[in-house]
């Protein structure tokens, strides 16, 4: 799942033994954006995300998520955790724990809602693009940038104002105490420049045995973009070895 302004094709693996189902989520891609905002609410669209994989009759499957995709598949994970064998979080928070700063950040969302409205896409793109979080794009060949760029800009401002005043992360739910009980393992990946991530990640891993943090070399926040192929060699083995995992767990609790 992609990040915010990203769409299904932020992610362009070449998996051989692993089947990727790429999805737009909502407010972004080819997503229908005019519908009633609580569809955008991070609780309703985890909801429809399960429906979806029942409708494809998808019944086990792990996660990966992107920043705001992260934070989807944490949700996704807790709210409705049926068929989910385990979880890559690319970047992402569980949430803000801080009252005060939770009504900060919703201020920041809201602010950046208004921004779209009142202002150009492509001025809020600019914008986007300028923040310190992303420096280490700038170091990306042409071509790349162009792309995301031009993915960026194929947005449509509805959508991407309501995502950030009903799912940005000052509207989302405090996931932080939930994480001791989550039975599933999470392989949480971080950039080496991306110091904010780093401090979440530290924290994040400390909650739950299950939970394991690598920092990926000559990276900032877009991994999967700055380092693609550290990026799939890392989130390829992790799956294997927990499906090694599954099948010996199965044998044991298979009666002879």
Known sequence: MHGFTGTSQSFSFSFTEINVLAIDLIGHGQTDVYVHPYRYKLSVLVKDLSLLTIQLNIDSFYLLGYSMG????????????????????????????????????????????TMLFTSSLAHFIEYWESLPIFNSQKMLPLSVRRNIRQERLSQQVMGLALSLMYMGTGQQKNYWPDLKQLQLPILYLVGEEDVKFQKI???????????????????????????????????????????????????KSTPI
Not at 97 to 111: C, T, Y
Not at 219 to 235: N, Y
Request: with cysteine; charged share 25%.
């Open 201 to 251: 990640g530290k924290q994040f891993i400390e909650q739950n045995k299950c939970f394991r943090m690598i920092q990926v070399a000559n990276s900032g926040h877009c991994i999967h973009l700055e380092q693609p192929k550290a990026f799939e060699r890392l989130v390829g083995q992790w799956i294997k070895e927990e499906e090694t995992m599954h099948a010996i767990n199965k044998n």
């Open 70 to 113: 992260a934070r989807t598949a944490l949700a996704w994970s807790i709210e409705q955790p049926k068929g989910i064998k385990g979880l890559v979080m690319e970047g992402g928070t569980p949430g803000i724990q801080s009252p005060l700063e939770k009504i900060e950040r919703q201020k920041q969302d809201n602010r950046l809602a």
